[in-house]
């Protein structure tokens, strides 16, 4: 006969164990997951919000004399801006049709399986591109647009959730920044490539989307001999054999049984072990603020503004004396501190937090923006006021990718248990890319109606998310996925599940656990 006093003791000692985290170094096969994983993904979605930009004049010229040979004539000017701002918001619709369709095939390949599948756009999407000068056909490359498109829909939305699945929670947030870190090294690549002396020349510019295959064919050679998310593998496909030999190779060690018994303890505390649907999860009270949470963080990473200040970044530096030939150069200083902004961000996201960082990032923002209203509005006044427009557009820059740039994506992983984690990218994905061609589509005309006072309209939305995220988003690092689960149950409005039901569903993994669960199961059935 077991003393309740001991097995209490007994089971408190087991679910301290059980949540404990093992903080062991990066292993190898993990650090190849996360940088192939988004070299083959991020790099090449980042890559393409920047290609377009230097051989803008040389890509319009090719589809003016395109036109002539085909008809006889000129393209005229409304045609030639028809033509042109099709090719770059068509990268949007293809990544709004690529978030669409990844909960589907999240589901039949898994979470490698869908990156893998993913290069296939990305190749398609090469040949296209660069093969569209020759072949004299502009139609290739808004094709091939919309196609990259559609390869950086999924990706965003696959990378983030495999990270965040065959990550350690104590570095999970660390890990899930390489995805913004190779966003910001992608736009920092193509305005590299892109200058005069390397591939934004008549001659060349079709080779800058070239480049693209090397990281699509550098993930081709690297992810088939690293394991699937094991808590895809145990969960959804009840393959834990596979789950564990993926567990030690991501994490190094042999005895991975803390990292299943935790994973079981998740599938057991899950109303529904099926991939929930879209409609599902949009139904389901016990996610509901976890979902509206996904939505704003989503929202204002693409309201925010970031994609505004490249339309001033030029004139700016215009105005301040810099000559035409030169800025290009300068401009390269915007990708450089958006790379090295995104690196301190990883490295200090498992100290400072989730939270601190968002909310410290639109904060900055709203400060940096309000005041280039201000020297954006006397910049004809004082010839210096040109100079500190320039380094507050750097510092919003900074302040972005310090938080609003990456966390989003993470959190997106983090707020949602397995079954319902492909619906929520699925939506996050399709908030990111509807609000990333509203803003392409509208900033025009704001810009035009309020002249410089246009990033005032940002201010707001960096303010309002702010005080969202200081209000509901609970800190989750270094929590289980049930723990942060259960952070939001209060504000759900659904019970929290008792010590003792956590304790059951924690143990009743592994029926001999430490010899403890029989001892709990008939303490608990003797009450």
């Not at 939305?157 to 965040?164: E, N, Q, R």
Request: charged letters at 15%; hydrophobic letters at 50%.
């Amino acid at each position: 006969m077991h003393k309740p006093q001991e097995d209490q003791q007994a089971a408190d000692q087991a679910m301290k164990d059980s949540g404990k985290t093992s903080e062991q170094p990066v292993t190898a096969c993990l650090f190849s997951a996360a940088f192939f994983g988004a070299l083959g993904s991020s790099f090449i979605y980042g890559y393409n919000l920047s290609v377009v930009n230097a051989p803008t004049l040389y890509i319009k010229a090719f589809y003016n004399k395109t036109w002539i040979e085909r008809y006889g004539e000129p393209l005229g000017a409304e045609t030639a801006t028809l033509l042109w701002s099709i090719t770059v918001s068509i990268f949007s619709i293809g990544g709004l049709l690529g978030a669409l369709s990844v909960t589907m095939i999240l589901k039949i390949l898994g979470r490698k399986g869908t990156l893998l599948l993913n290069n296939i756009f990305a190749l398609t999407a090469v040949l296209l591109l660069s093969l569209g000068e020759s072949a004299k056909s502009f139609e290739m490359l808004i094709i091939g647009r919309f196609i990259i498109g559609v390869d950086s829909g999924i990706a965003l939305c696959a990378l983030p959730m495999y990270l965040g699945e065959i990550t350690p929670r104590h570095i999970r947030g660390s890990i899930g920044q390489f995805n913004s870190i190779l966003i910001c090294f992608g736009v920092f690549t193509g305005q590299v490539l892109g200058l005069p002396e390397l591939l934004g020349q008549e001659t060349r510019w079709s080779y800058l989307f070239t480049f693209m295959a090397l990281p699509a064919v550098l993930q081709l050679c690297v992810m088939p001999f690293l394991p699937e998310s094991p808590r895809y593998l145990l969960i959804e496909r009840r393959d834990e054999a596979g789950a564990e030999r993926a567990f030690q190779r991501f994490l190094g060690k042999k005895d991975v049984s803390q990292e299943l018994e935790e994973v079981h303890a998740e599938a057991r505390a899950q109303d529904n072990l099926h991939t929930a649907s879209v409609m599902q999860l949009l139904g389901s009270q016990a996610v509901r603020w976890q979902l509206i949470t996904i939505i704003v963080s989503m929202a204002c990473y693409q309201l925010c503004g970031l994609n505004a200040i490249w339309y001033y970044t030029s004139g700016i530096l215009q105005v301040a004396g810099f000559a035409e030939s030169i800025i290009p150069y300068i401009t390269l200083s915007t990708g450089a501190i958006e790379t090295v902004a995104a690196i301190i961000s990883g490295l200090v996201i498992e100290r400072i937090g989730r939270k601190p960082l968002l909310i410290f990032g639109f904060v900055a923002m709203a400060v940096f923006f309000s005041l280039l209203t201000v020297f954006l509005h006397f910049q004809d006044s004082l010839s210096w006021m040109p100079y500190l427009s320039y380094i507050c557009i750097l510092a919003v820059i900074a302040s972005f990718c310090s938080g609003p740039g990456g966390i989003p994506f993470v959190l997106t992983g983090e707020l949602f248990e397995q079954s319902y984690r492909p619906a929520a990218f699925m939506i996050a994905g399709i908030v990111n890319w509807l609000c990333n061609f509203a803003v392409g589509l509208l900033f025009p005309f704001i810009q035009e109606a309020l002249q410089a006072f246009a990033f005032l309209v940002f201010v707001v939305v960096c303010v309002l998310g702010s005080i969202y995220l200081y209000v509901v988003l609970p800190e989750t690092k270094n929590k289980t996925f049930m723990d942060i689960s259960q952070s939001f149950a209060k504000i759900n409005k659904i019970p929290v599940p008792s010590p003792g039901h956590e304790m059951e569903l924690v143990l009743s993994c592994k029926p001999d656990m430490n010899g403890k669960v029989q001892d709990i199961i008939k303490m608990e059935s003797s009450f």
